[in-house]
């Protein structure tokens, strides 16, 4: 083989595994979740367990994150390709409003999950029994990029509290309130997410520890009127210690992506996750709520169209 001739099928193999990198690259996702003390985590590594063993050539992983804010911006920076939100945090992306008034994110909705329920937490020994003495005490918000934190913000709003002035507030994921509960460095905490939270069951079970849940479903008339219809009332009971469920408000949370990924490869997520769904179910029984009835009202942010194929055929009407 001359040199010129050996030289052009280097390159040529050269070409050719850059280009098998390429699509393998490609086929690489990465599930944005939440703290490890939430439920988002467990259940996005369920998810991307579940696409890696039955999606051909995907290989998926779950990554630790703030949350839901953090999530679509990392998302809307491409460097995310999915994504666990609160409704209301991916309504205000695709909005372009509050935390994302410095630009819109190309938000698309892939499937509507679980309730995600605000627990307003303190224990016994606090003082607090309603949310209004909450005020003067030091309160954990949820941590900087999270959707508790905007959720937090407009339930205290809505019962009246002002998150800056009224409560010394602290910047906590729910597995960081629960260790300063502990250490009562501060006097009680929000958090947002699914039930049963393992920090919150973490507390609750805590020798010497009596947790108290704090209602505050009469302030979602009040954040419905101002943030539009994305809260409902529900209670929340089962954590051990409580003595009657807690009125609270409750907001959807959805899988989600941006426009630029392609139709098949939504189509194929959805599918897979929907046909596999007793395995999410053994990862955390949350995922037992994923149904098809919420699939047209849970979500105020659009569809993508790969997803709203399946959906389409398993009879959701748009």
Wanted: aromatic share 6%.
């Amino acid at each position: 083989m001359s040199s010129f001739a050996f030289r052009a099928a280097l390159a040529a193999t050269a070409l050719t595994i850059a280009c098998a990198a390429g699509a393998q690259q490609g086929n690489r996702i990465s599930i944005t979740t939440g703290g490890t003390g939430g439920v988002y985590y467990p259940l996005g590594g369920g998810m991307a367990s579940i696409l890696s063993k039955y999606v051909p050539g995907l290989s998926a992983t779950a990554e630790v994150t703030g949350g839901s804010v953090d999530n679509l911006k990392l998302i809307n920076a491409g460097k995310a390709e999915v994504g666990l939100s609160m409704a209301d945090a991916a309504y205000e992306a695709e909005q372009g409003i509050d935390k994302f008034k410095d630009g819109k994110v190309n938000v698309r909705t892939l499937m509507v999950l679980y309730p995600n329920k605000m627990h307003v937490v303190t224990v016994d020994g606090t003082g607090i029994t309603k949310m209004s003495d909450l005020k003067g005490k030091r309160v954990s918000t949820g941590s900087p990029g999270s959707g508790t934190e905007i959720m937090a913000t407009r339930v205290l709003e809505g019962a009246g509290l002002d998150i800056k002035k009224d409560i010394k507030q602290e910047r906590l994921g729910v597995a960081e309130s629960v260790n300063a509960m502990k250490d009562k460095k501060i006097d009680a905490f929000f958090w947002v997410g699914g039930v049963p939270t393992a920090a919150v069951t973490d507390l609750a079970t805590t020798p010497g520890v009596k947790i108290r849940l704090i209602d505050h479903a009469d302030a979602v008339d009040a954040m419905n009127k101002k943030y539009g219809p994305l809260y409902v009332k529900d209670t929340i009971a089962g954590y051990k210690g409580m003595d009657k469920p807690s009125d609270v408000a409750v907001v959807w949370n959805i899988l989600v992506t941006n426009d630029k990924m392609s139709d098949k490869m939504a189509y194929d997520i959805v599918k897979t996750l929907w046909e596999k769904k007793p395995e999410l179910v053994a990862v955390h029984k949350e995922a037992a709520n994923i149904e098809l009835k919420w699939q047209k009202s849970g979500t105020p942010v659009p569809y993508h169209p790969g997803a709203k194929k399946y959906f389409e055929e398993q009879g959701i009407k748009f």
